[in-house]
């Protein structure tokens, strides 16, 4: 017998899932082609050979300052916020549906999206515009609307529905107010704050990317350990408490931590829609694994990202919030399997 | 040398859920090594007393002691590997298979990033085989039979490797062939050395299978002790309405109950 793998350890009698990590090994493959286009592809003329040098130094040629500038200093981190946000997004979706059990759960559905946007604008209106004030309004929009969802929802435990339907209820609330915010302030202002609302990697550099691309690799490592509890937390309530799960504590921790990466992602890039909602769900058909794989999760919602963010800013003719491509893309393929799976399932 | 105390007592019970009170001052003691079978007509506590017993419901007032320790005062995998329940609703990921669910009975025994260890794999064919499941191993339980699908829930239940096993209703939905089968896996159980509790439905079966009785009644116990004691014909009126004639049962001399007849 194999010894077990930390990430992969789904399939209880071989230890390590073997079509997990072969998925998880295509899509890191996929990641790093990727990656390079991502690198490479953009105004500025570079060749390929001259994205390695600038990447890797030696043995390559070295490039000219202007080289490193473009692929090191601007290309690089909108790839890895791609990379790392998209994971973080999907980790988080993964969490809230397997909590739930229900694949329609996620951090955007359930308000956490509008909530961080309502905190962004009344960060950008009340504060005068500041990258600090926006992001801090983000940040904390976020988090104020995780806490009143998960206090309204919790009576007598939380129940999964009444969490879904409470969240949708906030977010609707949300959305309104937003609007609301919009058309009362003059109109240059509406319309950043909009492209920000839409979710974008515009505003991804060095500065904005670092901080918060190390934060999650930070929490996206605490992941293994919350892998046993949402295994458990399959079962139902019950199952999960009568084989020794603490239910209470160990749902509220993971919530946290799925809330954690959803503002750190949002702080940086705005409400980008749909990838935590469907990288979950995807992965769980490439794997075909019973529950929602967590480590192909955080892989397909990294590809995804950065699939997205490439089309948003070099396919479509104008660029457009990667947030507009993450929606048509993930929807799509997610409507393209629900279909396949109607039909198979006859 | 005095008997050393029962591992599970409850003592005083008051359980709520919400506002609706369902059992005041309620105590019952476990016997050690026995099969005890709860019965009751529907909505008297049955599966609330299970639940308060198993620590899945913080009782209100009272408390339940597991080894001479409030269970309240344990962590939650120290209690699950002294004590299993199988709770009357569960569910499963789609597509898991029946090796898969069952280890999944082994997450007390199993350290965070450290799991499936030699004594998991045996715990795991173990439980598969005292339940005859060990040949659909492989399969997907959604492609099982009731009957199976039970067993697989029992034979999870049966990994988690506790002296104390608590079953919430497990033979309801099953067909009598199944109900026996699973009743027999049980009685094994219990011929092994472990404290089995279960809420039934058949009074005829947990006649034949008890070696203890607790009959309840609006969320208080009205009678407790041997099926020959506790199956009688003023009992199953004072706690079904039911009247009844009590006979031997051919086979084996425990109490069979044959309803009156009572068609107009």
New interface residues.
């Given amino acids: 017998m194999s010894r077990p793998l930390l990430l992969g350890s789904q399939r209880a009698h071989v230890g390590v899932d073997r079509r997990e990590l072969a998925v998880c090994a295509v899509l890191l493959v996929a990641a790093l082609g990727l990656g390079f286009v991502g690198l490479w592809a953009g105004d500025f003329p570079v060749t390929p050979g001259e994205v390695a040098g600038a990447l890797l130094g030696a043995p390559f040629p070295a490039v000219e300052p202007i080289v490193y500038t473009v692929v090191v200093e601007w290309h690089l981190p909108r790839v890895v916020a791609a990379l790392v946000f998209g994971a973080a997004l999907a980790a988080s979706g993964a969490i809230f549906q397997t909590i739930t059990r229900n694949p329609l759960a996620s951090p955007d559905v359930m308000g956490l999206a509008n909530g961080s946007f309502t905190g962004m604008l009344l960060g950008l209106v009340l504060l005068g515009g500041a990258w600090a004030g926006i992001m801090a309004g983000a940040l904390v929009g976020g988090l104020v609307t995780a806490g009143l969802v998960y206090v309204l929802a919790l009576r007598d435990g939380l129940r999964d529905f009444r969490f879904i339907v409470v969240g949708i209820g906030v977010s609707a609330f949300l959305a309104a107010l937003n609007s609301w915010i919009l058309l009362r302030i003059d109109v240059e202002t509406a319309l950043f704050a909009s492209a920000w609302g839409a979710g974008t990697l515009n505003n991804a550099t060095a500065g904005a990317v670092w901080p918060a691309a190390s934060v999650l690799v930070v929490l996206l490592l605490l992941l293994p350990w919350g892998v046993a509890s949402l295994r458990q937390l399959e079962l139902g309530d019950d199952l999960a408490r009568s084989t020794g799960l603490a239910l209470d504590r160990h749902r509220a921790a993971l919530l946290l931590l799925a809330v954690a990466l959803v503002s750190a992602v949002t702080t940086v890039a705005g409400p980008i829609a749909f990838v935590a909602l469907a990288a979950p769900q995807i992965a769980r058909r490439l794997v075909r694994s019973p529950g929602i794989p967590l480590a192909a999760s955080c892989c397909t919602g990294a590809v995804l990202l950065l699939g997205a963010d490439l089309v948003a800013q070099h396919v479509v003719p104008l660029t457009v919030p990667v947030g507009v491509v993450t929606v048509v893309i993930g929807g799509a393929y997610l409507t393209w399997l629900l279909r396949r799976e109607m039909r198979t399932d006859r | 040398m005095t008997p050393a105390p029962p591992r599970l007592v409850a003592e005083g019970l008051t359980l709520r859920?919400?506002a609706r009170t369902v059992a005041t001052d309620l105590s019952v003691v476990v016997p050690d090594d026995r099969f005890t079978v709860v019965l009751g007509p529907n909505a008297c506590g049955k599966s609330t007393l299970l639940?308060a017993l198993?620590?899945?419901l913080a009782p209100a007032a009272g408390r339940v002691l597991l080894d001479g320790a409030p269970l309240s005062s344990l962590?939650?995998?120290e209690?699950?590997?002294r004590m299993?329940?199988?709770?009357q609703?569960?569910?499963?990921?789609?597509?898991?298979?029946v090796?898969?669910l069952v280890?999944?009975?082994r997450?007390?025994h199993?350290r965070?990033?450290?799991?499936?260890s030699a004594s998991?794999?045996d715990a795991?064919a173990a439980a598969l085989e005292e339940t005859h499941v060990a040949d659909l191993a492989e399969r997907r339980l959604d492609e099982l039979s009731g009957g199976q699908r039970q067993r697989v829930w029992i034979a999870m239940t049966l990994a988690?490797d506790t002296p104390l096993v608590l079953l919430d209703e497990p033979t309801t939905f099953l067909d009598l062939p199944h109900q026996i089968e699973v009743l027999n896996v049980l009685h094994r159980l219990v011929a092994r050395g472990r404290t089995v509790v279960a809420v039934l439905h058949d009074l005829n079966l947990a006649a034949r299978y008890a070696d203890h009785v607790v009959a309840m009644r609006s969320g208080a116990v009205v009678a407790e002790g041997p099926p020959s004691a506790t199956i009688t014909e003023p009992l199953l009126r004072s706690v079904f309405d039911l009247e009844a004639t009590v006979l031997p049962d051919p086979l084996t001399g425990a109490p069979m109950v044959v309803p009156a007849d009572s068609r107009d």
Avoid: C, N, W
Wanted: no cysteine; glycine share 8%.
């Fill in positions: 859920y919400d639940r198993s620590g899945l962590p939650a995998k209690r699950a590997r299993a329940l199988l709770p609703t569960m569910s499963a990921p789609e597509g898991i298979t090796r898969e280890h999944r009975g997450f007390a199993q965070v990033l450290r799991r499936h998991d794999r795991v988690q």
